[in-house]
């Protein structure tokens, strides 16, 4: 399976993003995904997270500001990035924990490209 991040660019502060993460091949279902960043010099950290049940969870520093969401028909998820600050600039990476393809066939961890997403004036 290939995840394909894209939505990503260059936002003035206090301005709005959405980024999509596309899940490709031959999927029956998909468990929790995710959103994490790195900026330079920086290690990896996550920034949102979904489950397959709709349960969120936020890092902190994004609270009240951006919101995850998912469509389980189309394999994809997003990112709505609303009052973005300088602190947000980074790139983004998608994530799914667990993609099941067949009752058989269970595999974890795959993450996407990334996508930058720079926040400036």
């Known amino acids: 399976v290939q995840l394909q991040a894209s939505g990503g660019g260059l936002v003035q502060p206090g301005g709005s993003l959405r980024l999509s993460c596309a899940a490709s091949g031959s999927i029956f279902s998909i468990n929790g995904v995710g959103w994490y960043r790195q900026a330079p010099g920086k290690q990896r950290e996550l920034v949102a997270t979904i489950s397959s049940t709709g349960s969120t969870n936020y890092a902190d520093s994004v609270k009240g500001r951006f919101t995850i969401s998912r469509d389980n028909a189309k394999n994809t998820m997003y990112l709505q990035m609303n009052s973005l600050k300088p602190e947000d600039t980074a790139v983004y990476y998608c994530?799914?924990?667990?993609?099941?393809?067949?009752?058989?066939?269970?595999?974890?961890?795959?993450w996407g490209q990334g996508t930058q997403v720079t926040v400036s004036s």
């Open positions: 994530h799914a924990d667990r993609v099941v393809f067949s009752p058989i066939d269970v595999r974890y961890d795959y």
